[in-house]
């Protein structure tokens, strides 16, 4: 008996499959395509089982698709630029690019331990030059298009990794890599401007069908559309103060105005206080109150009275300009109109300094009093104290108010979106350079194409002390004008790393071409992509920015597609005793331990069987036994009759009996399964379907090998399950092909095809009674649903003689029995 060995059965497999190039894919016309792809990691350096986890699905995906006839491209690669290389060349003294490359030779080394099938001639770093490259020819191209710009804003700077971050990445407050908390800073930035696309993004996601609910629901509040109206409030001696509100039906109730601290009208308004300097010092405490926490309310409200008034231009009657804490810059317009009746925030801060609440929605069976009510009222009603739109409900005061503000002439309906321009620049080294220069004659100046790429220079100092590197390098910093020939000096931000990532997945495609990021009839043949898979974290910043990329590309004639990707697939972390498996938790298993001590395929069909893909997964040694049971069992199955059956004829088909009718039919029923399986991503039931397969092989192989059918049926039933298991442990199944006397390998191997007649089960008969006399006769499926007999048994003619021109007044079906029919 052969013994099963893992290791020396997946190294000769990695070996063959590698040098037979056989995952390499060209454009092919005559063949359908398949583009299959997981998120490209990023190399840490650490590749533990929680990222093997959704590598193993798209590598499911890709292996059954080949069988299936597609022309399937399913390549990898590696983010490797950001900031964790620089952290370790500052902590260690490692070059990032060295720490990078490392990092990248040793988790290639445990990917290809893993079987992937991947057609690494294709494999790109982003850290490569001849990639950002092409990182800085799209941001010329978007420079020149205005879509690039630089401006002063206020930006979060996280102290620690001494850079600026996006506002996504600075959510609570706090840096998203170090957790540190974020200072706000007012700098110099360049952004791409994502806001010229913010409809787009919304309105094409109905073309997103295959893509999660909770994704797109989480894009949608992201971009943050609202419909509403913009309203001048006069200011005396002063230009009026515009706002946004999504409630103009309540602005009868508005009973003061708040701007925020960094309004850039403040400081005139309260230059006519009596008490000026009492003023300023409170406005400057507001200020330096932590934006974050500001903007979430946490803070107690605080605001100081500027000691100037707006006209409300409804009412016509003067309301108070307060500053306060709660409004901020750069959402909406800075200044809101204060509605303490009907908007909670507005009702803390009136309350506190004694502001008038004045009620204009009086819902259904109430009465609110402004005097006494102990919270804002934000529900639905009818319009009160709101002078010619008195008794309209509050939904249709909107249109009709507005619409009286533009008769005015100090208003007008308006949108307005959460989403902000995308700021790209990073005051760190292991970026991609941002390719300008500034001359002291010309201003900023694009670097001409033929110039690029601008490489990273290798001797910058990493000390981790006053910002970035790349300004501590002369030889890097001192540029020519490309206008004036003149000295200039040399842009030192770099770019945001989910640059790299936005279109990564189209350089794949010519992962060598030198003219041009990529060539469009190669994309036009691969895209879109058909299967994305990655970790749910991305539902915003990377499935956002991709998407912007992509219609920018278009715009710009490069690609056909509006939208990068089909089918959307967000796998489930892996957990280890109850917390998601990670480095810095300290929970992590390393796929070289396993596959050491049962193999690859193991660990696969340990990964992909153990949960449904989109779940958790929670790591157990223990349960490693269940799918190291069945490769073990599906060997012994092969091995025990390799040699009588690899050498028999098939027997000829005809009516079979017993056992060999039954596993024909679990064999039909189990193809079924997987292939749907599969095709829906529930590939932890595919595994359950091998396992019952598998098991009942066991329970009839006895009497199966006793003649020549039942061996014929055996022996179907195993070259089919070797198929059918490929895709999840494909080195142990070539193998077995092999043994069963077949040659050719199983990547292109035709996926079985199940035959639903044979996968049906077995015919019972029903008899039929109406009015308790039995009638008739049918033959139905065993397991036939209710209403399959229902149907069938009243089509009967012998029952519908005694049926037709009656009423039924009842019928009953005893499965496996009898069905009764009661006629009146
Ligand atoms: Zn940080
Ligand atoms: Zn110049």
Redesign the pocket.
């Given at each position: 008996m052969a013994e099963y060995r893992a290791g020396e059965i997946e190294t000769r497999w990695q070996r063959l499959w590698q040098e037979q190039g056989l995952f390499e894919a060209g454009e092919d016309p005559k063949k359908k395509k398949y583009y299959c792809l997981e998120m490209l990691p990023y190399p840490s350096g650490d590749i533990h089982v929680g990222h093997v986890r959704n590598y193993c699905i798209t590598d499911v995906v890709a292996r059954y698709k080949r069988m299936n006839g597609f022309n399937v491209m399913h390549p990898i690669g590696w983010d490797a630029l950001g900031m964790p290389a620089e952290n370790a060349a500052i902590k260690k003294g490692i070059h990032p690019e060295k720490w990078t490359r490392s990092n990248i030779a040793q988790m290639k080394r445990q990917l290809q331990r893993m079987g992937f099938s991947y057609p690494w001639s294709r494999e790109i770093a982003t850290c490569d030059p001849s990639y950002y490259r092409w990182n800085q020819w799209f941001f010329l191209r978007m420079l020149e298009r205005g879509i690039a710009y630089r401006a002063k804003a206020p930006v979060n700077w996280?102290p620690?990794?001494l850079t600026v971050l996006a506002n996504e990445q600075a959510e609570g407050g706090e840096?998203w890599?170090?957790h540190?908390t974020v200072e706000q800073r007012d700098m110099e930035q360049w952004f791409l401007r994502i806001t010229a696309y913010q409809d787009q993004l919304l309105d094409d996601m109905k073309g997103l069908p295959a893509w999660p609910e909770r994704v797109l629901v989480q894009q949608e509040n992201w971009v943050g559309r609202s419909h509403g109206a913009e309203i001048d409030f006069p200011v005396e001696a002063s230009a009026p103060l515009k706002i946004f509100t999504t409630r103009i039906d309540t602005i009868y109730g508005a009973t003061f105005m708040v701007l925020a601290p960094e309004h850039p009208r403040v400081d005139a308004f309260v230059a006519s206080t009596p008490d000026e300097a009492k003023a300023r010092a409170a406005i400057a405490k507001l200020r330096s109150q932590d934006r974050r926490a500001r903007l979430e309310g946490q803070l107690e409200k605080e605001g100081v009275f500027t000691g100037r008034y707006a006209t409300n231009p409804f009412t016509n009657k003067p309301i108070p300009i307060w500053v306060g804490n709660f409004v901020l810059m750069g959402y909406g317009t800075g200044a809101i109109m204060a509605v303490p009746a009907h908007d909670q925030r507005d009702f803390e801060f009136a309350r506190k300094y004694g502001l008038a609440v004045d009620v204009v929605i009086q819902p259904a069976g109430e009465r609110l009093d402004g005097a006494t009510m102990a919270a804002a009222y934000d529900g639905p009603g009818t319009v009160v104290n709101s002078g010619p739109f008195d008794g309209l409900p509050a939904e249709r005061a909107i249109a009709r108010m507005t619409a009286h503000a533009e008769a005015g002439g100090f208003g007008k309906g308006a949108i307005t979106y959460r989403l902000k321009d995308w700021l790209i620049s990073r005051q760190r080294y292991w970026g991609t350079p941002i390719p300008v220069v500034y001359c002291a004659a010309c201003g900023m100046q694009p670097v001409p194409d033929r110039e690029l790429p601008i490489l990273l220079p290798p001797d910058a100092p990493f000390t981790g002390e006053g910002g970035n590197p790349l300004e501590k390098v002369p030889a890097f910093v001192n540029a020519k004008c490309p206008k004036c020939a003149g000295a200039a000096r040399r842009e030192t931000d770099t770019m945001d790393t989910f640059v790299d990532s936005s279109w990564y997945f189209y350089r794949y495609l010519c992962p060598n071409k030198d003219d041009g990021p990529f060539d469009p009839d190669v994309v036009d043949y691969w895209f879109p992509i058909d299967l994305y898979v990655g970790g749910i974290e991305h539902a915003i910043l990377h499935l956002v920015y991709s998407r912007f990329w992509t219609k920018v590309m278009r715009d710009l004639g490069l690609v056909k597609v509006t939208e990068p990707v089909v089918r959307l697939f967000p796998q489930g972390m892996v957990h280890k005793d109850g917390e998601v498996m990670s480095k810095s938790r300290g929970n992590t298993v390393a796929p070289d331990d396993v596959i050491g001590r049962y193999g690859a395929d193991t660990l696969r069909l340990y990964v992909l069987g153990e949960a449904p893909p989109e779940m958790g997964l929670e790591w157990s040694e223990e349960r490693i036994e269940g799918p190291a049971r069945l490769v073990q069992r599906a060997w012994r199955l092969v091995d025990r009759h390799a040699a009588s059956l690899a050498s028999e004829a098939p027997a000829p088909p005809g009516e079979l009996l017993g056992p060999a009718k039954e596993l024909r039919r679990k064999l039909h029923q189990t193809i079924e399964k997987v292939t749907n399986d599969v095709e829906r991503i529930r590939l932890n039931t595919a595994v359950a379907a091998f396992h019952e397969l598998v098991n009942d092989a066991y329970r009839l192989e006895a009497e199966l090998s006793k003649d020549a059918g039942g061996r014929a049926v055996l022996r179907e039933a195993l070259l089919a399950l070797v198929r059918l298991m490929n895709p999840f442990t494909p080195h142990v199944c070539e193998t077995l092909w092999e043994r069963l006397g077949q040659t050719g390998g199983l990547v292109y191997e035709p996926w079985p095809v199940a035959d639903p007649l044979l996968a049906r089960e077995d015919e019972v008969e029903l008899a039929i009674q109406v009015n308790g006399k039995v009638r008739g006769r049918i033959t139905v499926p065993r397991g036939a649903s209710e209403e399959a007999i229902r149907t069938q048994a009243l089509l009967e003619p012998h029952v519908r003689l005694h049926t037709d021109g009656k009423q039924i007044a009842k019928l009953v079906v005893v499965p496996g029995r009898l069905v009764s029919v009661v006629v009146r």
């Open positions: 996280c620690s990794c840096c890599r170090c540190s």
